[in-house]
């Protein structure tokens, strides 16, 4: 039996799953096991909303795998052993492997700042996305700090500010919210967060969160009763310490087709990640972590049948960032990200928004039918398939 193995059933673990139980339908000889902490989905495109107390819905994935051949573990991985090929589940058993995907994303990096931890809410999790809205409900008119002006920052900002007229919403940045979109652009982020009453300070750099607001470097404190942490991403130290090839922020170096560099039958996808293209390392997102599942789902099936692994290429399309339920801005982006002349603004971005947040779960269906796309190649202007 040949044991597959994927970690993390986030957008790009269940990705790599459906993909593989697609391709995978007729093979009897090859197991795939997915193991992930939660049997519930995190839907991380939507953890603002459920911040700002919408209901999510309650995606279990076990309800999700019926039928697909793949078998689902709950548990976290406390340890890899690469050379002995196994991994640790819960400190308590092993679990083998032929082929490994890495799909364990990023949480918030609370570690930079002192204070994050003990006093900052983040949007790591439904459950602590929820705590945060039952928080704001119970505090009726209070200030919120939003820490952090990307698109997480901005999006977070917007919907509690929609949702929570009478909240003094405050954005504080190092860098202009929306620095990485054109000028046009910018500025309609700008007047929608306005419109919706945030207040955005960009230049500030927080030093320390205490229980009662936020010290910035100048020595000013700024007031609030809740603080949402958005700054920056972390990985997961597990690849590190396995001794896998990492980056200087913790993610797995891979090779042109998705493999670690250190240790070939490791795929490694998503935030996790280091993937280089020719306009440098990809950063962690949902539009280009489905693409890097779909690749190494195709990649895997190849080398079971002997074959070599395709290079992977991707480029992106588009930064899109709600602002409240019924506006948006959507940035269309030249492949390397950098902006592009067009964007799109107000409701009829709010639904393109919509649909980019629900279209993992169409993608998923898709692939388990039509595994053929799964093999893609994500070159901007140059979808081909192999
Ligand atoms: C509020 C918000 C809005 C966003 N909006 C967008 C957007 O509009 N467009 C976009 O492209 N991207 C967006 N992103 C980014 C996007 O969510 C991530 O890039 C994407 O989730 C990465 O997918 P992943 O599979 O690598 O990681 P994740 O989706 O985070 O999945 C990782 C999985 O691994 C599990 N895991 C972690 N550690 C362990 C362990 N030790 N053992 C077992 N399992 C473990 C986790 O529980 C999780 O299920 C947004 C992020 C946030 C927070």
């Known amino acids: 039996m040949t044991e597959i193995l994927i970690l993390g059933a986030g957008y790009t673990g269940m990705g790599a799953a459906m993909g ?12 795939i096991t997915l193991v992930n902490p939660q049997t519930r989905f995190t839907e991380r495109l939507r953890l603002h909303q459920a911040a700002s107390g919408e209901e999510l819905a309650d995606l279990q994935i076990p309800d999700r795998l019926a039928g697909s051949g793949v078998d689902f573990v709950q548990g976290w991985v406390t340890s890899i052993h690469a050379d002995a090929k196994t991994v640790r589940i819960d400190d308590e058993y092993e679990l083998r492997y032929d082929a490994l995907v890495y799909a364990l994303g990023s949480v918030a990096d609370t570690e930079s700042v002192p204070g994050v931890d003990e006093f900052a809410y983040t949007l790591d999790s439904a459950h602590e996305a929820e705590t945060l809205a039952a928080q704001l409900d119970r505090l009726g008119n209070a200030t919120v700090v939003v820490a952090g002006g990307g ?30 979109m054109g000028a046009k652009a910018r500025a309609r982020l700008h007047a929608g967060l306005a419109r919706l009453g945030v207040h955005v300070r960009a230049g500030a750099d927080i030093v320390k969160v205490m229980a009662d607001g936020v010290a910035l470097a100048d020595g000013e404190v700024v007031a609030a009763q809740a ?83 395709k290079p992977f290429r991707f480029g992106y399309v588009h930064q899109p960032v709600s602002l409240g339920r019924h506006d948006a801005v959507i940035q269309f982006t030249h492949a390397d990200d950098t902006p592009a002349r067009f964007y799109l603004a107000g409701r009829l971005a709010a639904a393109y928004k919509e649909t980019v947040s629900s279209s993992p779960w169409t993608t998923y269906r898709l692939i388990r039918a039509m595994p053929s796309i799964g093999s893609m190649t994500w070159r901007r202007g140059a979808g081909t398939t192999s």
């Not at 698109?151 to 990485?180: C, N």
């Open 151 to 180: 698109l997480t920052g901005v999006e977070s900002a917007a919907e509690i500010a929609e949702q929570h007229p009478d909240a003094d919403v405050i954005l504080l940045s190092r860098d202009e919210p929306g620095s990485m």
């Open 20 to 31: 593989l139980a697609g391709r995978l339908k007729r093979r009897e000889d090859v197991r």
């Open 227 to 309: 603080v949402l942490w958005t700054t920056g991403v972390r990985v997961s130290p597990l690849a590190a310490t396995a001794g896998l090839q990492v980056d200087g922020r913790g993610r797995i170096i891979t090779d042109e087709s998705l493999r670690s560099v250190s240790h070939p039958n490791v795929y490694a996808i998503g935030d996790a990640a280091a993937i280089r293209q020719s306009y440098g390392v990809m950063h962690g997102t949902c539009q280009s972590g489905i693409p890097t599942s779909m690749h190494a789902a195709a990649s895997i099936v190849r080398e079971l049948k002997g074959k070599q692994p």
